[in-house]
């Protein structure tokens, strides 16, 4: 009788254990963070799986990752290089933001502004489902962690636009981060802006934490934002002062990079406090 309990203790010991192993294991599993798709010393190519056009110059392209769970890898704020070939056949390498996170996983997506003599733009025209592009990365210099400042100002020009919406998702989109995000985004005119319908479905759904104001060179007749070029007075109006826990991110055209950098020196936001993508 000793014998069998015995035994019984040892069985059930082991199968103690056993559980404890396989429950560790299943908790390792679970909680190792997906290794990123990407590779930042070589290109990898990604399949179009959706093309849908948004205006008549501007599209959201959507890429498959290798498995429906799959994430891209991309930091918050950075960027990857894409390879293409222009009119001519020659090959051309540009910088896009996507506009989505790794919480999106599966794929990611891309919304570009064709130009007309832009060469990767032709590249991205000339796409159709099926295809594939050539993607490196991740790029960049900015790095995120949620709580390093208290407040981001955001002044953004054109299609500028996409670090800021990956930068400002991803702060939304975790409830223990309590930045709070002030927007100004310039364009020449309405059908210009992009991601008009997402940006303001975040003002709507965050309004204690995000703020989004639109300017527009050339206004239609009803309208209630900002006219002309972005001032000083619309940088002090609708962003944070200058103060401790505070940055400017910045990302436009080249011209309006440089003025807003002056703006910026001139209402008394150090070099610390600005940050241009």
């Not at 103690?16 to 930042?40: E, M, Q, R």
């Not at 290798?66 to 293409?84: D, E, F, K, N, Y």
């Not at 940006?199 to 300017?215: E, I, T, W």
Request: net charge positive; hydrophobic share 40%; aromatic share 10%.
């Amino acid at each position: 009788m000793e014998f069998l309990q015995g035994n019984s203790v040892e069985i059930l010991a082991v199968a103690a254990a056993v559980v404890a192993v396989g429950a560790g294991a299943a908790y390792l599993y679970l909680s190792k963070k997906p290794t990123g798709c990407l590779d930042p010393e070589n290109f990898r190519d990604f399949k179009l799986v959706d093309k849908k056009q948004l205006s008549h110059n501007v599209a959201k392209f959507r890429f498959a990752l290798p498995t429906p769970t799959a994430v891209l890898g991309l930091p918050i704020g950075q960027h990857i290089s894409c390879r293409g070939k222009d009119s001519v056949g020659e090959e051309v390498i540009k910088p896009y933001t996507p506009t989505t996170l790794d919480s999106d996983v599966g794929y990611f997506e891309l919304v570009i502004k064709m130009y007309p003599q832009g060469r990767m733009s032709h590249h991205f025209r000339e796409m159709h489902v099926g295809d594939y592009l050539s993607v490196k990365g991740p790029k960049g210099r900015f790095k995120y962690q949620p709580g390093q400042v208290r407040a981001f100002g955001m002044i953004a020009g054109g299609s500028g636009i996409t670090p800021m919406f990956q930068v400002t998702r991803a702060i939304l989109e975790n409830l223990k981060d309590n930045t709070k995000i002030h927007l100004i985004y310039a364009n020449v005119t309405y059908e210009d802006i992009l991601l008009k319908e997402e940006l303001d479905g975040l003002a709507l759904n965050y309004p204690n934490r995000f703020k989004v104001y639109f300017v527009l060179n050339q206004p239609p007749e009803l309208w209630n934002g900002g006219v002309g070029f972005v001032s000083k007075e619309m940088i002090k109006n609708h962003c944070p002062p200058p103060a401790s826990g505070i940055q400017i991110l910045r990302c436009g055209p080249p011209p309006m990079n440089k003025a807003m950098a002056a703006h910026l020196d001139e209402l008394g936001y150090t070099k610390e406090m600005q940050f241009q993508f």
